[in-house]
């Protein structure tokens, strides 16, 4: 598990632990108020006295961060399956050289190679670049 992984698996625990949502702010009360509930009146205020910018934003991190984690998921997932696709490709190729095929293409052992080359770099792009984002935020 990357330090990534571990970072994302603990906002993910911090949003399941949070007070159930939905979460809301009164659209015109000055100083801004958060609730959790459905506006029914037995909701939770989680957050008081604040401006109202700052209340939206806490109102709507939590669906904004499972969002978020859900498309980082989304994106690993894809760049996995185009990995294990060129991984396949590659085995295929070594294989046909293995197996000495009449038919084969000469140059499968240096596509093979290829293959097997741009499936680590992919992985390594992909996974150096959303460390790179998760790390670039700092603190506000």
């Excluded at 625990?13 to 609730?35: H, I, N």
């Amino acid at each position: 598990m990357t330090a990534a992984d571990q970072y994302l698996d603990t906002i993910q625990a911090r949003l399941d632990a949070a007070t159930p949502g939905p979460w809301w702010t009164p659209s015109m009360v000055t100083p801004a108020e958060v609730y959790s509930g459905t506006g029914s009146g037995d909701d939770l205020c989680v957050a008081e006295e604040m401006k109202k910018p700052d209340a939206d934003l806490i109102a709507n991190a939590p669906t904004d961060l499972a969002k978020l984690l859900n498309a980082v998921k989304a994106v690993r997932e894809l760049a996995d399956k185009r990995a294990k696709k060129l991984d396949e490709t590659a085995v295929r190729l070594n294989q046909m050289v293995l197996d000495r095929d009449p038919d084969r293409d000469p140059d499968a052992a240096v596509r093979y190679n290829a293959y097997a080359n741009e499936a680590t770099a992919f992985r390594k792009a992909i996974n150096a670049t959303i460390d790179a984002a998760l790390n670039a935020g700092g603190t506000v």
